[in-house]
């Protein structure tokens, strides 16, 4: 497609469920990451995907957080059991493969999560 | 490890008001440095980037300087637009331990332009 997109837009969800949030990269973007960004707080990062490396999982606060990618395409991010805090717009972005520091991230719209 | 310090919002200028938020950051290695936009409605999306020291970005009439000695990348308007009104996002990207250019982010800054 012609940028990144993500699903579902908005996600209102009870505390204690799961929930599990989508990422379509830009074509031919082997690199991917998810962001999350809380109220009033710059974007965190979560995870990183590129090709068919181990992901850098370094990001991710708990191990209720979970995501998955199949080959070179979509990612989903899973959360499990579902807290009040984990309310915030999750992120997706993907980047060229050329490993370069410099390399631009193109963001998805975001999944705005509520638990209540 | 990383962080990134960019002067808190909000700010309120008049049209063709002169423009800077400060940003200034702390990295391990030498990372490349960049200015992020968020448009009421929107997504993210790049303004300008600096990849090495003394290198200059710009886009839109924005620009900044990657300042290595300061470890600043200030961003600078010279005549805002009500169209500029936004939050910006300063950030950095370093490689990480686990082979990532993950982007490190400041707090964000919402600018609002009024006529």
């Known amino acids: 497609g012609a940028g990144v997109s993500q699903s579902p837009s908005n996600k209102v969800t009870e505390k204690g469920k799961d929930v599990e949030l989508r990422c379509d990269p830009i074509s031919g973007h082997t690199a991917l990451y998810w962001y999350r960004q809380r109220l009033g707080q710059g974007l965190e990062f979560l995870i990183y995907f590129q090709g068919n490396s181990a992901p850098d999982k370094s990001g991710l606060p708990s191990d209720r957080f979970s995501a998955e990618r199949t080959g070179e395409s979509v990612s989903t991010l899973t959360i499990q059991r579902t807290q009040q805090e984990d309310s915030a717009v999750y992120l997706c972005?993907?980047?060229?493969?050329?490993?370069?520091?410099?390399?631009?991230?193109?963001f998805g719209p975001g999944t705005r999560l509520t638990v209540l | 490890g990383n962080s990134v310090t960019q002067m808190e919002g909000p700010v309120t200028l008049s049209e063709e008001a002169f423009l800077t938020i400060n940003c200034t950051y702390t990295a391990t290695g030498y990372p490349s440095l960049f200015w992020y936009v968020q448009y009421p409605g929107e997504g993210l999306q790049l303004l300008l980037k600096a990849t090495k020291a003394d290198d200059k970005g710009s886009n839109k009439g924005f620009e900044a300087t990657y300042r290595k000695e300061t470890t600043s990348f200030h961003l600078e308007k010279g005549s805002v637009q009500v169209s500029d009104s936004a939050v910006y996002f300063c950030a950095l990207s370093d490689q990480s331990g686990a082979g990532s250019y993950q982007l490190t982010f400041g707090k964000g800054t919402k600018l609002s332009v009024i006529p």
């Open positions: 972005a993907s980047s060229s493969p050329r490993y370069f520091l410099g390399d631009t991230q193109y």
